[in-house]
């Protein structure tokens, strides 16, 4: 990784420090500290490393920027950064920053997706699973559904219930959940809005047709599939369970309060938005435990 940084990162447009982190939360408290001393931090991981980061910087005017190097890349999909390594730091060069929006579930960041029921079961199923790749996340998933069964939920968003049995329930920042599967397709980061994503109980046999929809961007117009725009959401389940935030799995409890937070995060994105001045030292974090 080194190489390819030295390779590929202007260094007539950045002066750069590359740390390893070498624990669990280390690069967030990095972050934390970079803070003050770099005008951009860029994150070298998966969606982990990706809030890990970002919920270090969120609210500060230092820039974050993504090279993906995880099996999902949701965030750096949707914001059309590369996949190829190289090729994703030679993107920072042309320094296209845009404000997104971040929220919070319980008090705790995530950028891109959060969730409850059988993608949170998955994510920690997945999180103590030796192999790693779509193709064994698509295995975990086939397992689990066999015996999932889907939960009642009540669902508060800006002040108006809805009760609703679930077999999954997603806070969408950005379109997708990572490997180009949008479960709601016209999901933006910069609108000010959460898109709740209700995905109903249905025979175990749409389960092939539903995830061939997500991968076509028509998850929305599927009868399972409901979606409802907003910024304070309130959930309440049978008991604790667990959430995934952008992909991390966490035990909670039967309640969640969940709110949008606009233009949490300045981000370099593969679209050009905004024009940075020249010569701003760069801290680039990669996961390395």
């Known amino acids: 990784m080194p190489e390819l940084i030295e390779k590929n990162l202007d260094s007539d447009l950045f002066e750069h420090t590359i740390v390893f982190t070498n624990r669990a939360f ?72 845009a404000t997104i929006d971040g929220a919070r579930l319980n008090r705790l960041w995530f950028f891109n997706m959060a969730g409850m029921g059988f993608d949170a079961q998955i994510a920690q199923v997945f999180s103590l699973d030796k192999k790693r790749g ?28 809805y009760e609703r049995k679930c077999f999954m329930l997603s806070f969408a920042n950005s379109s997708q959940y990572g490997n180009n599967a949008h479960v709601s397709p016209l999901a933006s980061v910069q609108d000010g809005l959460l898109d709740v994503c209700i995905i109903k109980p249905f025979p175990l046999y749409k389960f092939p047709a539903l995830g061939l929809r997500m991968f ?65 030292p760069v801290s680039i974090i990669t996961n390395d435990y």
């Open 216 to 280: 076509n961007k028509t998850a929305d117009k599927s009868k399972y599939v409901e979606i409802i725009r907003g910024k304070h959401i309130v959930v309440k389940r049978p008991g604790n369970g667990p959430v995934h935030l952008d992909g991390e799995p966490h035990i909670m409890g039967a309640e969640a309060e969940i709110n949008i937070v606009p233009g949490a995060l300045r981000i370099v994105t593969g679209e050009s938005f905004n024009s940075i001045s020249n010569q701003l």
């Open 134 to 161: 779509f193709g064994a996340y698509i295995k975990s998933s086939i397992r689990e559904i066999i015996n999932y069964k889907s939960e009642d939920y009540q669902i508060t968003i800006d002040g108006v219930l």
């Open 26 to 97: 280390h690069g967030h408290k990095l972050a934390k500290n970079g803070v003050e001393q770099y005008d951009y931090i860029i994150a070298v991981g998966g969606d982990g490393t990706v809030n890990e980061i970002a919920s270090a910087i969120a609210g500060t005017n230092t820039i974050f920027g993504i090279v993906p190097f995880g099996s999902g890349n949701g965030l750096a999909r949707f914001l059309d950064l590369p996949m190829d390594t190289g090729a994703a730091i030679q993107a920072l060069n042309k320094q296209n920053v």
